[in-house]
């Protein structure tokens, strides 16, 4: 690890002024389940750490008018045990149990699962995160890449992006609130995440000198009926090779909305808008989601290793509709 | 006089019982100190710089910019300019400073240049590799070719097993501290007794009884620690350079990369049999790794069940994987998948029960086939597999399929080169030295039984000295070998020492030494407990002179301990087919290996083995980048192992009573982690109708098996 500055900011204005306007000024602490070897790794080498632990507004989950507040420093244990989140959302419950690890539950955040970075093994071995050899050629078509993206995968981001949470918040149309030098502004959790297009861009659009305050559920996704199913490899801690995360409006039995996301399949959370107008209408059973399935990984572009995560994307499609529509709020 | 030989065992008071570890407590509560826990004063950290290339040569080597980084006291080149790497992770330079975070930091600034050339990480095909195969043998006996063309039934198919490693829970390294001319190492190691003299041998000291060697406990091993090794040596040279003591542990990314792979093992087979399943023939073709020179050997197929018509051929794969080492039963697990997967898919085409077909051949297995039947029987029971098994295919409705699979196995276990010294005191203790390590198996507990139950007394009146190279001389740990050694040594010694007593408390009984015994805590006429003295104060007669007797593991036959062991395993899986995900629900293990000293460690040395092989056969495999030559899953988050909710009902039966009981201490570490990956392979077959040819089984292969052939 390089040495680096430590500040333990109290307010978010602080925090702020704080950070730099390059990505190598300063990096956000909250949990450090990720930075922490990330700069252990070399990967990252920020010149200052932002402790943003003792910014006290950054905690707590809030039920309004508006919604239900989640702040970015809510830990996963605290979202897990949540019982207004359970009942009423439990696609975000469903996610964050498949985190079974005690510690990361202890003290990751939710605004860390969030900004986490990709857990490509080329971009984690220092080939940056578009895994590029020396003469700018990405390694992973013609590498390993059993666990990278079968959708969005034009190139030349190949990455799948890490969240556990992003699939639920996407389908439960949260928003996403980021404090920066100009102000608060508000990004819908499908605009947050963004492909890199080139070396030097982010997979989400937040600034160096920008902070994830706050998640909210808006209310109008309090009567839906969502879940979310992670296909994992391990039942010890492990990532999901494929995830998806729905959320139904049922009237009389029938979808008169419906959202689905699938996760860990491309390199950002990847809403299957098509797959979720076909529901309209539909009474959920297993043929039903199961074509839901099909039509979520339409346009699936497997590479050389990876052609089994498709069909896992659409089992998980299905199953977490047949959770969502037997279960729920 | 008391015999030196095994008491009966239902006379015994402690051995054969379920006894808990000596060190349990001691370890659990962190009083006991591991090589990693060991901080001297004034200690420095050593970290190593290695290659990130497969295979390349060392140009230069820079080291003055790290020199001058703060902390830093001492450098030690590895690998001269000129000398190749053979790769990623194989160590080159070592750097010690004041703390770790300055001995990583400065290691960065050390500049070495390298002339990169052509590697090679891929095992998947021979005939791929080019000049980089060594063909190891080919064999043939019978007539193999004949009997295969007229077998009634043939099946061929292709099976194997990927790349490893130990994933030893403590890493490889050790502390080296200097004292004039003399060495102390606190390393972490597999062979306490020889490593003094390694380090002679690379004139690191003058002579070997310079060096100490201390390893009270250690973290494991798996055949991966029984040298010095180059960090090993390069720690007591930075120590010696500094004039201070260096710690030097591996990480975990380097222990992945460099610090052992268990070569990989694929063959095609052909096996034949009759239609009411005897085996008639078999030929195989098979390759695999060994590191750059493959070591390793050709594997002997087919593996325990010897078809006397045979044919084989191997061929090696010189790639730059990583260095190959001893892990856990060397060839066995990757020769029994590759065996038994043939077999269950021979009698899965016959239509026949493996359970049958296996009983059918029995013959073959040789001089331990009533072993086999006995545990073959003794495990369908413990898994009910008369009722449970079906053929290829489970028809029940839904995505989970369930299914049936077995294994057989072996392994030697002759106890090593053993010596002891054992002390009873005139205030009536007692105390046994060697120089044997305890990897984490139980050594120290079965030693403290052997005594106690030797001399009468209970376990808490013996004081048990290892993991130090100044006592008396023990062989490494491997290949199951040592609890037959310290048995053997530790039983004479204590044998003697008690006879040595009996003679000086014999007068005052008023008997001969030979009409005395030494039970429950007394020194007593035999078959007359009347006639008793208690121990403390037949001691008392040594006056002050204590007494000290050595035994020794007897060279060539030992008629305490013995060799060569069965086993049989069966598992039991459920295979999600949509998504290709494998749960071991049950594994049951029966194994023999001889007279069991400790029931309990018996016991939690073949749990640990079924943990180990359920971890293997779903998750574990070095995963190497062709186009860097680098491993791209050196850390535990990729390499993955299992944890408490991957493995099911696990159920142990050790084989013991008369005809085990009367062939003395076999050993048991190997044995019992052969058969996993074969059984749980057959039973996913059994259970999805189909053959998914190499483990680790994971989702992409399991998909893909069913896509070729769709569940019957």
Known sequence: MEPFEYAHPSTKQEAIGLLGSNWNDAAVLAGGTDLLSLMKEYVVTPKRLVNIKNILDLNGIRSGAEGLT?????????????????????????AAQGITSPQIRSVGTVGGDLCQRPRCWYFRNGYGLLAKDESGRSLVPEGENRYHAILGNSGPAYFVNPSSLAPALLALGAKLQLAGAKGQREVSAAEFFVIPKSDGQRENVLQPNEVLTSIVIPASSRGLRSATYEVRHKTALDWPLAAAAVALKLEGGKVTAARIVLGHVAPIPWPADNAAKELVGKAINESVAASAGEAAVRGAKPLSQNAYKVKLAKVAVKRALLAAAKGGA | MADYHWPPTDKCSLIGRRISRLDGPWKSSGRIKYSYDVNRPNMLHGKMVFSPYAHAKVVSIDTSAAEKMPGVKAVEIMTEPG???????????????????????????????????????SDAAPDKAGEHTKQLAEQTDGNPDQNLQQAEVVSEGEYGSS???????????????????????????????????????????????????????????????????????????????????????????????????????YAKVKVGAKKDGTLVGWASESWGTGGPDAQGGAPNLPYV??????????????????????????????????????????????????????????QMTGQLAKTYSAELEKAAELMDWKKKWHPRGDKAPGPIKKGLGLSIHTWGGAGHPSNCNCTIQPDGSVEVSLGSQDLGTGTRTVIGIITAETMGLPLEAVKVNIGDSKYPADGASGGSTTVGGV?????????????????????????????????????????????????KQACAKLGTSPITAAGQRQRGNDDLISSGVGGAQMAE?????????????????????????????????????????????????????????????????????????????????????????ERGVIGLGEPPVVSPGAAISNAVANAIGVRVPTIPLTPDKVLAALEKGAVA
């Open chain 1, 70 to 94: 989640i702040g970015a420093l809510v830990t996963m244990e605290e979202l897990l045990e949540d019982k207004t989140i359970r009942s009423e959302f439990p696609a975000l419950t469903h």
């Open chain 2, 163 to 265: 790349v490893i490693t130990h994933c030893c829970l403590e890493a490889h390294g050790q502390v080296a501290e200097w004292d004039g001319d003399n060495l102390t190492m606190y390393a972490s190691t597999q062979n306490v007794s020889g490593i003094p003299g390694e380090l002679a041998k690379a004139n690191i000291v003058t002579s070997a009884d310079k060096v100490r060697v201390l390893t009270p406990v250690m973290g494991g091993g798996f055949g991966s620690k029984f040298g010095a090794d180059t960090w090993g040596l390069a720690c007591a040279r930075l120590a010696k350079k500094a004039g201070r003591p260096v710690k030097m542990m591996l990480e975990r990314d380097q222990e992945l990369m460099a610090a052992g792979a268990r070569p990989s093992m």
């Open chain 2, 305 to 362: 069940v010897r078809i006397p018509d045979r044919r084989v051929r191997h061929t090696a794969v010189l790639t730059n994987i990583g260095p190959a080492r001893a892990w856990r039963a060397p060839n066995h697990p990757q020769m029994c998948v590759i065996t038994m997967s043939a077999l269950e898919d021979l009698a899965a085409k016959i239509g026949m029960d493996p359970l049958d077909l296996f009983q059918k051949n029995i």
């Open chain 2, 573 to 661: 899986v459920s295979v999600d087919t949509e998504t290709g995900i494998v749960h071991v629900d049950k594994l049951v293990a029966v194994q023999d290996c001889g007279l069991v000293i400790d029931l309990k460690t018996a016991e939690s040395q073949v749990y640990g083995a079924l943990i180990m092989g359920i971890t293997y056969s779903l998750f574990e495999e070095k995963i190497m980048d062709e186009q860097t030559g680098r491993c791209l899953n050196a850390d535990l988050e990729f390499y993955k192992l299992a944890g408490i909710g991957d493995f099911g009902d696990i159920v142990v039966h050790m084989m013991t009573g008369p005809g085990y009981d």
């Open chain 2, 83 to 121: 000398k190749e790497v053979f790769w990623e992770g194989h160590e080159v330079v070592a750097i010690a400073a004041e703390t770790e975070e300055q001995a990583r930091d400065a290691a960065r600034r050390i500049q070495i240049r390298y002339e990169k050339l052509p590697h090679l990480v």
């Open chain 2, 487 to 535: 048995s053997s040594s530790t039983r004479r010694a204590a044998t003697a020492a008690l006879n040595q007593l009996l003679e000086k408390v014999a007068p005052s009984l008023s008997a001969q030494p030979d009409d005395l015994e030494a039970v429950d805590g007394q020194i007593r006429v035999k078959g007359n407990p009347s006639k008793a003295i208690p121990w």
